[in-house]
């Protein structure tokens, strides 16, 4: 047994100095949770909770062109209620839903520091994404009421989607400026999601280059000068065209007791901060979102936070 030990201290202290060489983490955990009570105790309802997991490692085999890859899996699940959660059927006025998925992601920042991202994923709704089961084990264990609305969620669908996004570095980077301007154009196909988006991030604080910023989830480095911290604010306009969300299965259409219209001209708005030291990172955002469904009788809230560990 202490042999073990000794051969367990050897190895970690072997990566430490790998690390300190490479200056740079290479490995990291990401856990995103999101909720309406976030913003306010007293907003309670449409999407409601998520959870999203993801794993990312750097391939140690480089590209013909040098640029640097970062891999990804990721894990997720969304729950989608009415205005309120205590509402039944009468007062519902958007379809119920969990979404479960998981995919994966591949990052590529060329030599200009341009982002690349693609990501494939695989998901469900309905009675297998398991919203309502984690949802009421949630409010059991806090001994809040249990929601009267999953008799009538969207009749199970599975899917994929492909996903694109593309964001160049504006300008050249400056380890002393403190203003960050990163334009985002993007679009999803498949039949969960189908859509085009087109955003701004304006960033306000030290921020790093692309590649190595926690803001697209990167942060390598480990010394003083490589910490990070900033506010921003970053709208986004999409045009949908499908989302398995609203409008439950493409192929095989289900009569559904709350009937959904997609919002094709959708708003999301952000504006939060995040933090990256040595192997630790943190993030909160306020988010604004219009109408994901037309029968909606409010627009959207809820808070994101974000936590990261590098190695």
Sequence with gaps: MALFYRILILLLFSAT?????????NQQFRIITENDCYTSLSNDG???????????WMPKKKDSLHNIKYNSFEWGQLIYNAEDGHYDFEKID????????????QKIYTKKQNLLKWSLSAGVIGKPAMGEDLQNAIHKFWNLYRTPQWKYQLAPAWGGTFSMTWSPQVGKYFPS??????????????????????GTALIFGRINPNSSTVFWGNHIGHSKKDREFFFYLYPAFYLKAYDVTVQGNMFKPDPTPIPGKLNPYFFQGKAGFMYAGNRFAIGYSAVYENKQSLTQRYPQYYGSVQMNFMW
Excluded at 94 to 105: C, D, E, H, S, V
Aim: hydrophobic content about 40%.
């Design 94 to 105: 958007r379809p119920i839903t969990g979404y479960l998925y998981n995919g994966f992601q």
């Design 177 to 198: 400026r403190r203003f960050a301007f990163k334009p985002v154009i993007g679009g999803s196909v498949g039949n969960m999601l189908t859509n085009a988006m087109a």
């Design 46 to 56: 449409y999407y409601t909770n998520g959870l999203m997991l993801s794993l990312q």
């Design 17 to 25: 100095i790998v690390s300190a060489q490479n200056n740079r983490y």
